[in-house]
């Protein structure tokens, strides 16, 4: 599977449609890059073999086999393959609120779901199964994978997810009581526009001020952010972005490898193709060729 991103970062969910707003997907996490996104949908992940390593803005968690992780709306992360003798297999489910909501103000969406979804301190809501409701809860998620592999299976899907959203609430009721707005969710609102920024511009120069300007910050606290959120600098992330741009292009087009240089922020082959190496290994020919050096 590949992770489709739009633009401004958002991932676009691979199966969702507006008839049928859910999908899975099966995902070698070390076969599969998960660069830093985010996405409306609400996403549920069983970690089927090894262990996966997630990262929201300054926060970071690791997942084993046979635990699972539920990911909140626009929230945003990455993830990686944690290490290990096996590689890290996902189960994962997502799906828009509006599965399970139905007609906008539903007692659905206002009862249900509203405590959870606008509560910006519940990011990732980890399931290790140490008690009976995580255990059912883990039952029901590996019940929901298996089901996938059948026909005609809709409206089984929306039921058991509306089972598996009541014992998601009872898990989180402490952390949506009283909960307010802070240092930390302005955090990522500020990163989020900052990265925005970058995605949409990464083709030409980009100045630290403009980084800055996008989030209304200074460049001193542009630096701060992205050092505390996601652990680079604003020109480490440029350059990783750019980079990713262009194992794309080199796939994907038949583009030369100096088109591709310029067509992706950089100033000219030479340049391009020392950054590409030392970021992924390979020189940018042997890249498209699939070769390892």
């Not at 996902?90 to 249900?112: D, P, V």
Request: proline share 2%.
């Amino acid at each position: 599977m590949k992770i489709r991103i739009k633009e401004n970062q958002q991932e676009a969910i691979q199966g969702i449609t507006q008839e049928y707003p859910y999908a899975y997907h099966h995902v070698n996490i070390k076969k599969t890059k998960v660069p830093w996104h985010w996405h409306e949908e609400l996403e549920l992940n069983y970690v089927e073999a090894g262990c996966v390593k997630v990262f929201t803005s300054g926060k970071s968690y690791i997942f084993q086999k046979g635990q699972a992780y539920f990911i909140n709306s626009n929230v945003l992360c990455s993830m990686e393959d944690g290490g290990g003798d096996q590689a890290c297999v996902l189960e994962s489910h997502l799906f828009h609120s509006t599965l399970l909501a139905g007609h906008f103000k539903s007692i659905y969406e206002t009862k249900y779901l509203a405590p959870i979804l606008q509560n910006r301190h519940l990011e990732i809501l980890g399931i290790a199964g140490e008690i009976k409701r995580q255990s059912e809860l883990l039952a029901m998620l590996i019940k929901l994978g298996r089901m996938q592999a059948m026909e005609n299976v809709e409206f089984q899907t929306r039921n058991l997810l509306s089972e598996i959203w009541l014992l998601l609430m009872e898990e989180a009721r402490d952390m949506f009581q009283g909960s307010k707005r802070g240092q930390y969710s302005e955090n990522q609102t500020r990163i989020m526009d900052m990265l925005s920024y970058i995605h949409e511009n990464y083709d030409h120069k980009i100045l630290l001020e403009e980084i800055a300007e996008a989030a209304s910050v200074s460049s001193r606290e542009c630096i701060r952010c992205f050092q505390e959120c996601i652990h680079k600098t604003p020109f480490d992330y440029v350059q990783d972005y750019r980079i990713r741009q262009a194992e794309k292009l080199l796939t994907e087009t038949d583009l030369s490898v100096t088109e591709i240089a310029y067509a992706t922020g950089f100033s000219g082959s030479a340049y391009f193709g020392k950054v590409f190496k030392n970021l992924t290994g390979k020189t940018p020919g042997n890249y498209r060729k699939g070769k390892d050096k």
